[in-house]
């Protein structure tokens, strides 16, 4: 297999607690890349300091906040080479991830992988209540044509983005992954993959607070249903009201009985946090 550059791009805002592990990981992969770009979206926090500690990293700094679907283009558009490479600013790659991801790119020249990610600190009664509902990953097997991938660990060639159009810039927290995968699917020459052997880790730490604004903005801004309205919101609570229910009888079953008060938590907030997204946009 002939050497290929590869760039990489981290889209960053208040990541001071994991950029450091982030850099860290891409530095240390066994497969160099060529180009490590960090584009850091308006972040108050220390995180433009710890990034300017590690060398030969270009620095992108957005004098607003434009969050995820803008910075995602940006960050491609701004790369040199024509594999580009993505991961969250709270997420390790293993050291093999892109030797694995990379041979995936002699079969085709359309192409996007996504890898595994797991949950890295699952002693935190919220993150296992993510590992278990809200899992990045697909499985063990690798497949292609999957439901869609997960933006925290993606590769792809830069005409698959050139085809597309890019990303939504209107999606700024979440659901720019699920668009973009929608986008792909409808180009029958391009081709998604998940790749299982391309392993890394997530570090997000949830509270209570965190975890139900993560879960709201992934329902409500990756649903199919994109503008605000009454019946988006009727929708959507149906959809948690079936979750919710589901979820506790599964869980009293088992005896799991912190996730069940997580569960009424999360659907409490899931419903106060749509209705005011809902009012707050209709105005």
């Known amino acids: 297999m002939s050497r290929k550059s590869v760039s990489i791009y981290i889209p960053a805002f208040n990541a001071e607690k994991t950029i450091e592990h982030s850099l860290t990981s891409i530095k240390n992969q066994s497969?160099?890349?060529?180009?490590?770009?960090?584009?850091?979206?308006?972040?108050?926090?220390?995180?433009?300091?710890?990034?300017?500690?590690?060398?030969?990293?270009?620095?992108?700094n957005n004098i607003e906040n434009r969050?995820?679907?803008?910075?995602r283009n940006?960050?491609?558009?701004?790369?040199?080479?024509?594999?580009i490479a993505s991961i969250d600013a709270d997420v390790v790659l293993e050291k093999n991830w892109l030797e694995v991801m990379i041979k995936n790119f002699d079969q085709s020249k359309n192409l996007i992988c996504g890898g595994k990610m797991i949950e890295e600190l699952i002693e935190?009664?919220?993150?296992?209540?993510?590992?278990?509902?809200?899992?990045?990953?697909?499985?063990?097997?690798?497949?292609?044509?999957?439901?869609?991938?997960?933006?925290?660990?993606?590769?792809?060639?830069?005409?698959?983005?050139?085809?597309?159009?890019?990303?939504?810039?209107?999606l700024q927290t979440n659901g720019e992954d699920i668009d973009y995968s929608n986008k792909i699917k409808?180009?029958?020459?391009?081709?998604?993959?998940?790749?299982?052997d391309a392993l890394s880790k997530h570090l997000q730490n949830d509270d209570l607070d965190s975890l139900s604004h993560r879960v709201w903005r992934y329902h409500s801004f990756g649903y199919k249903?994109?503008?605000?309205?009454?019946?988006?919101?009727?929708?959507?609570?149906?959809?948690?009201?079936k979750f919710f229910f589901q979820r506790s009888f599964q869980n009293l079953l088992k005896l799991e009985f912190n996730f069940i008060s997580i569960n009424f938590a999360v659907f409490k907030k899931f419903i106060v946090l749509?209705?005011?997204?809902?009012?707050?946009q209709k105005k």
Not at 33 to 60: G, Y
Not at 67 to 71: C, F, H, T, V
Not at 74 to 83: F, R, V, W
């Open 31 to 60: 497969y160099k890349f060529d180009e490590i770009l960090v584009i850091n979206d308006n972040s108050k926090d220390f995180t433009l300091d710890i990034v300017k500690e590690f060398k030969n990293v270009n620095i992108i």
């Open 67 to 71: 969050g995820l679907g803008y910075n």
């Open 74 to 83: 940006l960050g491609i558009k701004n790369s040199s080479h024509e594999i």
């Open 124 to 170: 935190n009664k919220f993150n296992a209540w993510r590992a278990k509902y809200y899992s990045q990953n697909w499985g063990d097997k690798s497949f292609e044509n999957p439901p869609f991938l997960f933006g925290c660990n993606t590769i792809q060639h830069k005409s698959v983005w050139d085809t597309v159009k890019g990303y939504d810039e209107s």
């Open 186 to 196: 409808n180009q029958k020459h391009l081709i998604i993959k998940y790749c299982s």
């Open 225 to 241: 249903i994109k503008k605000p309205s009454i019946y988006k919101t009727i929708k959507l609570t149906l959809k948690q009201t």
């Open 274 to 280: 749509e209705y005011s997204y809902y009012k707050k």
